[in-house]
């Protein structure tokens, strides 16, 4: 075999130079966890409110705009049934005058082309 693969299947100097690695390895991953910053205690809170507010303000803006349209449409309702009861009580004068005035009677008839005899 050549001399890297000695490095990596030779067991008689691979324990020996795996447990100097080893104790190495666990050195520097002592002092990398020394060295590692630790996140301040508030971040979490400022994330954890940031994103609580973020989905008070959704759920708000879409109860707003449902209100919103449900305010329009009342509106645009509120109008129809106005032009409605005026048509309404325009229809109600117009069949009070054809009962009452015999004029009006007499107009209506001649309009659709009856005859209306005199007495």
Known sequence: MNKA??????????????????????????????NTRTTPWWLSWVIFGSIFGMLIISINFRAFSEMREEVEQNGRLAAQIQNLMDENLALQEEIHTLKSDPRVIEREAKRIGIGVSQK
């Open 5 to 34: 693969a000695n490095i990596y299947w030779d067991n008689s100097q691979g324990s020996v130079s795996a447990s100097r690695r080893s104790t190495s390895t666990r050195r520097r991953r002592a002092t990398a966890k020394a």
